[in-house]
């Protein structure tokens, strides 16, 4: 993984921040349907253990597990699950844009139809909040949202995130 040096807020002190584009690849943009939270919950494990070569039921029940402190809905259409899963060596991360919005009891009551998974190694540490927040920055405005929502596929999001730096 490589970070480089951003600037975390405007006309702020650079520090490290993790962008989108440093955990999430372009074979990581999918589309996907479902139709509740934990249908959702399901796929997203499925292609995490595609890509990942680890248990599909160690992932979704490492996203439940999470999930049952509190929702990871940040609110504008956007999700945020993430989890500490074994076994995993580098922090990963999956965007999906749903077919169709579905109910996620997100913070303002919207409904979902983005998707930024996060999953890290377990002795992640303050290392993985540290990430979580920085790629919660960079999708919090409406602009990307908006953006990724309309883009033609894959590549072009992930064009966007590497712009999103």
Known sequence: MSLATRPSQPGAQKDICMIPSD????????????????????????????QLALPEAAILDALNRREALGSTGVGGGLAMPHAPVEGLAEPFGLLARLEKPIAYEAIDGAPVDIVCMVLTPVNGGQGRIDALACIARHLRPAEIRDRIR???????????LLEAG
Not at 23 to 50: G, Q, W
Request: net charge positive; aromatic share 6%; glycine share 6%.
């Open 23 to 50: 955990i999430i690849r372009p074979r990581s943009i999918v589309r996907l349907s479902a139709a509740t939270k934990p249908a959702l919950f399901r796929a997203l494990a499925k292609k995490a253990a595609e």
């Open 150 to 160: 309309s883009a033609a596929g894959g590549e072009d999001i992930y064009a966007l």
